[in-house]
Protein backbone atom coordinates (compact mmCIF):
# COMPACT_ATOMS: atom_id res chain seq x y z
CA UNK A 1 0.00 0.00 0.00
CA UNK A 2 1.13 3.42 -1.21
CA UNK A 3 1.74 5.71 1.89
CA UNK A 4 -0.52 8.50 2.51
CA UNK A 5 1.07 12.04 2.16
CA UNK A 6 -0.64 14.25 4.54
CA UNK A 7 -0.47 17.75 3.08
CA UNK A 8 -1.40 20.55 6.04
CA UNK A 9 -1.06 23.56 4.37
CA UNK A 10 0.11 26.20 5.41
CA UNK A 11 -2.64 28.48 4.12
CA UNK A 12 -2.01 30.97 1.21
CA UNK A 13 1.53 29.17 0.13
CA UNK A 14 -0.22 27.80 -3.13
CA UNK A 15 -2.36 25.25 -1.19
CA UNK A 16 -5.17 25.80 -3.71
CA UNK A 17 -3.22 25.09 -6.73
CA UNK A 18 -1.28 21.96 -5.52
CA UNK A 19 -4.60 20.84 -4.09
CA UNK A 20 -6.58 21.00 -7.92
CA UNK A 21 -3.37 21.26 -10.81
CA UNK A 22 -0.56 18.34 -8.71
CA UNK A 23 -2.53 16.17 -6.10
CA UNK A 24 -5.71 16.10 -8.05
CA UNK A 25 -3.81 15.07 -11.39
CA UNK A 26 -3.81 11.12 -11.72
CA UNK A 27 -1.81 11.79 -14.72
CA UNK A 28 1.49 13.16 -12.15
CA UNK A 29 1.14 10.19 -9.70
CA UNK A 30 -1.40 11.11 -7.28
CA UNK A 31 -4.47 10.43 -6.13
CA UNK A 32 -7.05 12.77 -4.01
CA UNK A 33 -9.78 10.38 -3.26
CA UNK A 34 -11.21 12.37 -0.67
CA UNK A 35 -11.53 15.41 -2.62
CA UNK A 36 -9.19 18.01 -3.52
CA UNK A 37 -10.01 19.48 -0.51
CA UNK A 38 -10.83 17.38 1.62
CA UNK A 39 -13.49 18.47 4.27
CA UNK A 40 -13.66 14.73 6.02
CA UNK A 41 -10.09 15.46 7.47
CA UNK A 42 -11.32 18.63 9.10
CA UNK A 43 -14.45 16.78 10.41
CA UNK A 44 -12.41 13.95 11.76
CA UNK A 45 -8.97 15.85 13.33
CA UNK A 46 -10.21 19.59 13.69
CA UNK A 47 -14.36 19.32 14.69
CA UNK A 48 -13.71 15.56 16.40
CA UNK A 49 -14.76 16.05 20.07
CA UNK A 50 -11.81 15.58 22.14
CA UNK A 51 -13.41 13.23 24.16
CA UNK A 52 -14.62 11.26 21.88
CA UNK A 53 -12.10 11.01 18.66
CA UNK A 54 -11.26 7.37 18.46
CA UNK A 55 -8.33 6.69 15.68
CA UNK A 56 -9.74 3.46 14.91
CA UNK A 57 -12.85 4.60 13.65
CA UNK A 58 -11.91 7.72 11.82
CA UNK A 59 -8.85 5.36 10.00
CA UNK A 60 -11.89 3.46 8.79
CA UNK A 61 -13.33 6.11 6.86
CA UNK A 62 -10.47 6.55 5.12
CA UNK A 63 -9.64 2.80 4.30
CA UNK A 64 -11.60 2.59 0.82
CA UNK A 65 -10.05 5.84 -0.29
CA UNK A 66 -6.43 4.05 0.53
CA UNK A 67 -7.37 0.80 -0.82
CA UNK A 68 -8.15 2.41 -4.18
CA UNK A 69 -5.11 3.96 -4.76
CA UNK A 70 -2.95 0.72 -3.55
CA UNK A 71 -5.03 -0.11 -6.47
CA UNK A 72 -4.00 2.04 -9.18
CA UNK A 73 -0.40 2.43 -7.73
CA UNK A 74 -1.09 6.14 -7.10
CA UNK A 75 0.13 8.13 -4.31
CA UNK A 76 -2.80 9.16 -1.72
CA UNK A 77 -2.81 12.70 -0.90
CA UNK A 78 -4.97 14.33 2.08
CA UNK A 79 -4.93 17.87 1.84
CA UNK A 80 -6.47 20.83 3.90
CA UNK A 81 -4.88 23.57 4.96
CA UNK A 82 -7.31 24.16 7.88
CA UNK A 83 -5.43 20.89 9.40
CA UNK A 84 -2.35 23.14 10.19
CA UNK A 85 -4.50 25.86 12.37
CA UNK A 86 -7.64 28.73 10.76
CA UNK A 87 -6.08 32.14 11.49
CA UNK A 88 -8.29 34.30 8.88
CA UNK A 89 -11.84 33.59 10.96
CA UNK A 90 -12.24 36.12 13.46
CA UNK A 91 -11.32 33.64 16.30
CA UNK A 92 -8.04 31.76 17.61
CA UNK A 93 -8.11 27.94 16.18
CA UNK A 94 -4.43 27.53 17.03
CA UNK A 95 -5.59 23.65 17.06
CA UNK A 96 -2.48 22.05 15.19
CA UNK A 97 -0.69 20.59 17.58
CA UNK A 98 -3.56 18.36 18.61
CA UNK A 99 -4.51 17.60 15.17
CA UNK A 100 -1.22 16.74 14.05
CA UNK A 101 -1.04 14.36 17.02
CA UNK A 102 -4.91 12.75 15.96
CA UNK A 103 -3.45 12.27 12.47
CA UNK A 104 -0.43 10.02 14.12
CA UNK A 105 -2.54 8.19 15.64
CA UNK A 106 -4.72 7.04 12.95
CA UNK A 107 -1.75 7.28 10.16
CA UNK A 108 1.48 6.47 11.97
CA UNK A 109 2.99 5.63 8.62
CA UNK A 110 2.00 8.77 7.07
CA UNK A 111 4.96 11.30 5.72
CA UNK A 112 3.79 15.18 6.09
CA UNK A 113 4.02 18.26 3.93
CA UNK A 114 4.05 21.81 5.20
CA UNK A 115 4.93 24.84 2.96
CA UNK A 116 6.05 27.91 4.78
CA UNK A 117 5.96 31.42 3.78
CA UNK A 118 7.76 34.54 4.98
CA UNK A 119 5.75 36.08 7.90
CA UNK A 120 5.43 40.01 6.87
CA UNK A 121 4.40 38.57 3.39
CA UNK A 122 1.84 35.94 4.62
CA UNK A 123 0.35 38.11 7.02
CA UNK A 124 -0.20 40.52 4.30
CA UNK A 125 -1.64 37.69 2.21
CA UNK A 126 -3.82 36.68 5.14
CA UNK A 127 -5.39 40.33 5.69
CA UNK A 128 -6.63 40.08 1.99
CA UNK A 129 -8.48 36.53 2.64
CA UNK A 130 -9.92 38.22 5.89
CA UNK A 131 -11.47 40.44 3.91
CA UNK A 132 -12.30 38.46 0.78
CA UNK A 133 -14.09 36.57 4.46
CA UNK A 134 -16.40 39.86 4.70
CA UNK A 135 -14.52 40.90 7.89
CA UNK A 136 -13.97 44.66 7.94
CA UNK A 137 -11.56 45.53 10.37
CA UNK A 138 -8.33 47.45 9.77
CA UNK A 139 -4.62 46.11 10.17
CA UNK A 140 -4.76 47.27 13.49
CA UNK A 141 -7.93 44.92 14.63
CA UNK A 142 -6.27 42.22 12.30
CA UNK A 143 -2.57 42.10 13.82
CA UNK A 144 -2.46 44.99 16.22
CA UNK A 145 -0.94 47.57 17.29
CA UNK A 146 -1.02 50.73 19.61
CA UNK A 147 -4.43 51.88 18.36
CA UNK A 148 -5.83 48.16 19.99
CA UNK A 149 -6.87 48.25 23.26
CA UNK A 150 -5.36 46.58 26.21
CA UNK A 151 -7.06 43.39 26.69
CA UNK A 152 -8.44 43.16 22.99
CA UNK A 153 -6.45 40.33 21.27
CA UNK A 154 -6.81 40.82 17.75
CA UNK A 155 -8.50 38.97 14.59
CA UNK A 156 -5.26 37.08 13.79
CA UNK A 157 -3.22 34.90 16.15
CA UNK A 158 0.18 35.98 15.46
CA UNK A 159 1.96 32.89 17.28
CA UNK A 160 0.40 30.51 14.21
CA UNK A 161 3.26 31.97 11.85
CA UNK A 162 5.90 30.79 14.36
CA UNK A 163 6.41 27.45 12.18
CA UNK A 164 8.90 26.18 14.20
CA UNK A 165 6.44 24.53 16.81
CA UNK A 166 4.14 22.89 14.36
CA UNK A 167 7.04 21.30 12.09
CA UNK A 168 9.39 21.06 15.98
CA UNK A 169 5.94 18.47 16.97
CA UNK A 170 4.98 16.62 13.64
CA UNK A 171 8.83 15.73 13.61
CA UNK A 172 8.76 14.64 17.43
CA UNK A 173 5.95 11.94 15.79
CA UNK A 174 6.30 10.83 13.07
CA UNK A 175 10.55 11.53 12.66
CA UNK A 176 12.24 14.33 10.92
CA UNK A 177 12.78 12.03 7.83
CA UNK A 178 8.78 11.93 7.16
CA UNK A 179 8.03 15.59 7.76
CA UNK A 180 9.06 17.72 4.27
CA UNK A 181 8.98 21.65 4.85
CA UNK A 182 9.48 23.67 1.87
CA UNK A 183 9.39 27.70 1.65
CA UNK A 184 6.46 28.91 -0.62
CA UNK A 185 9.51 31.47 -2.27
CA UNK A 186 11.13 28.30 -3.11
CA UNK A 187 8.24 27.51 -5.34
CA UNK A 188 7.96 30.92 -7.30
CA UNK A 189 11.65 31.56 -8.38
CA UNK A 190 11.79 27.38 -9.33
CA UNK A 191 8.77 25.51 -9.46
CA UNK A 192 10.49 22.54 -10.98
CA UNK A 193 12.97 21.82 -8.58
CA UNK A 194 10.05 22.52 -5.74
CA UNK A 195 8.00 19.77 -7.06
CA UNK A 196 11.18 17.73 -7.78
CA UNK A 197 11.59 17.43 -3.76
CA UNK A 198 7.63 16.53 -3.18
CA UNK A 199 8.27 13.64 -5.65
CA UNK A 200 11.56 12.95 -3.62
CA UNK A 201 10.12 12.75 -0.90
CA UNK A 202 7.22 10.26 -1.56
CA UNK A 203 9.57 8.00 -3.69
CA UNK A 204 8.33 8.60 -6.85
CA UNK A 205 10.05 9.83 -10.20
CA UNK A 206 9.51 13.08 -11.23
CA UNK A 207 7.02 14.10 -14.01
CA UNK A 208 6.27 17.58 -15.56
CA UNK A 209 3.55 19.54 -14.30
CA UNK A 210 1.50 21.84 -16.77
CA UNK A 211 1.26 25.17 -16.38
CA UNK A 212 -1.34 26.34 -14.65
CA UNK A 213 -2.22 29.96 -13.45
CA UNK A 214 -2.36 30.90 -9.74
CA UNK A 215 -5.50 30.00 -7.95
CA UNK A 216 -7.51 32.06 -5.26
CA UNK A 217 -5.38 35.59 -5.54
CA UNK A 218 -6.60 37.93 -3.51
CA UNK A 219 -7.79 41.67 -4.60
CA UNK A 220 -5.15 44.03 -4.01
CA UNK A 221 -4.91 47.69 -3.63
CA UNK A 222 -7.50 50.28 -3.61
CA UNK A 223 -9.65 46.86 -5.14
CA UNK A 224 -9.40 45.50 -1.19
CA UNK A 225 -10.10 49.34 0.18
CA UNK A 226 -13.55 49.42 -1.60
CA UNK A 227 -14.33 45.42 -0.73
CA UNK A 228 -13.40 46.38 3.13
CA UNK A 229 -15.97 49.40 2.64
CA UNK A 230 -18.96 47.26 1.73
CA UNK A 231 -17.77 44.89 4.08
CA UNK A 232 -18.10 47.53 6.82
CA UNK A 233 -22.09 48.46 5.77
CA UNK A 234 -22.89 44.34 4.91
CA UNK A 235 -23.04 44.79 1.46
CA UNK A 236 -22.57 41.68 -0.81
CA UNK A 237 -22.19 39.41 2.63
CA UNK A 238 -20.08 36.91 2.26
CA UNK A 239 -20.82 32.88 3.30
CA UNK A 240 -18.15 30.72 2.71
CA UNK A 241 -19.74 27.61 3.80
CA UNK A 242 -22.48 28.17 1.15
CA UNK A 243 -21.39 26.26 -2.47
CA UNK A 244 -22.96 29.38 -4.36
CA UNK A 245 -22.24 32.57 -3.43
CA UNK A 246 -25.30 35.27 -3.59
CA UNK A 247 -25.71 37.44 -6.46
CA UNK A 248 -24.55 40.07 -4.10
CA UNK A 249 -21.74 38.91 -2.78
CA UNK A 250 -20.57 38.35 -6.32
CA UNK A 251 -21.46 41.44 -7.67
CA UNK A 252 -19.25 43.39 -4.96
CA UNK A 253 -16.02 41.09 -5.56
CA UNK A 254 -16.56 41.92 -9.57
CA UNK A 255 -16.73 45.65 -8.70
CA UNK A 256 -13.28 45.15 -6.15
CA UNK A 257 -11.45 43.73 -9.11
CA UNK A 258 -12.45 46.41 -11.76
CA UNK A 259 -11.07 48.99 -9.10
CA UNK A 260 -8.45 46.95 -8.78
CA UNK A 261 -7.39 46.95 -12.23
CA UNK A 262 -8.73 50.89 -13.09
CA UNK A 263 -7.41 52.98 -10.18
CA UNK A 264 -3.85 54.67 -11.22
CA UNK A 265 -1.10 52.73 -10.32
CA UNK A 266 0.36 56.04 -8.43
CA UNK A 267 -2.67 55.39 -5.74
CA UNK A 268 -2.35 51.55 -5.64
CA UNK A 269 1.18 51.32 -4.93
CA UNK A 270 0.85 54.36 -1.88
CA UNK A 271 -2.09 52.10 -0.47
CA UNK A 272 -0.11 48.64 -0.67
CA UNK A 273 2.94 50.38 0.25
CA UNK A 274 1.01 51.74 3.88
CA UNK A 275 0.05 48.31 4.62
CA UNK A 276 3.32 46.99 4.08
CA UNK A 277 5.28 49.43 6.08
CA UNK A 278 2.26 49.08 9.06
CA UNK A 279 3.00 45.60 9.26
CA UNK A 280 7.05 45.89 8.65
CA UNK A 281 6.62 48.62 11.75
CA UNK A 282 4.57 46.32 14.19
CA UNK A 283 5.60 43.26 13.55
CA UNK A 284 9.73 44.08 13.63
CA UNK A 285 11.62 41.39 14.07
CA UNK A 286 9.11 39.30 15.93
CA UNK A 287 9.40 36.23 13.99
CA UNK A 288 13.33 35.77 13.80
CA UNK A 289 14.09 33.27 16.85
CA UNK A 290 11.21 31.14 15.25
CA UNK A 291 12.80 31.00 11.86
CA UNK A 292 16.37 30.47 13.44
CA UNK A 293 14.94 27.84 14.93
CA UNK A 294 13.37 26.38 11.66
CA UNK A 295 16.46 26.66 10.26
CA UNK A 296 18.16 24.42 12.52
CA UNK A 297 15.05 21.44 12.12
CA UNK A 298 15.04 21.78 8.46
CA UNK A 299 18.38 22.85 7.33
CA UNK A 300 16.68 25.32 4.74
CA UNK A 301 18.89 28.71 4.60
CA UNK A 302 15.36 30.99 5.46
CA UNK A 303 17.75 33.76 4.88
CA UNK A 304 18.34 33.37 1.13
CA UNK A 305 14.61 34.20 0.94
CA UNK A 306 13.84 37.25 2.80
CA UNK A 307 12.99 35.20 6.38
CA UNK A 308 14.03 37.58 9.61
CA UNK A 309 16.75 36.13 10.94
CA UNK A 310 18.70 36.78 14.24
CA UNK A 311 22.00 38.86 13.55
CA UNK A 312 24.45 35.61 12.10
CA UNK A 313 26.49 36.52 16.12
CA UNK A 314 24.10 35.20 18.16
CA UNK A 315 23.42 32.25 19.60
CA UNK A 316 20.52 31.26 17.82
CA UNK A 317 22.04 31.86 14.47
CA UNK A 318 25.38 30.09 15.86
CA UNK A 319 23.67 26.69 17.16
CA UNK A 320 22.43 26.69 13.56
CA UNK A 321 24.08 24.99 10.61
CA UNK A 322 21.25 24.79 7.22
CA UNK A 323 22.09 23.51 4.51
CA UNK A 324 19.84 24.05 1.49
CA UNK A 325 16.89 22.13 0.27
Known sequence: MFVPLIHLGYHKTATTWLQNAVF??????????????AGIAVDEFVLANPFRFDAMRARS???????????RELV??????????????????????????????TFPEAKILLVVREQHAALLSH???YIANGFHGDLARFIGGPELP???APDCPLDHFEYDGLVGHAQSLFGAENVLVLPFEGLKADRDHFLAEVYRFVGQPARRVPERPPERVGVKGLGLAFKQ?????????????????????????????WVERLAPDAWQSAYEERLVQYIATQIGTRYARSNAHLEQLTGIELGHYGYTLPPSDTPARQASAPRSV
Open 24 to 37: GDETLGFISPWGPQ
Open 229 to 257: ACNRINLGETDWARPRQSFAARAVSKAAG
Open 150 to 152: PGF
Open 76 to 105: PVLSNEALCGQPVSGGRFAYGKSVVERLHE
Open 61 to 71: RFEEGLGEASE
Open 127 to 129: YRE
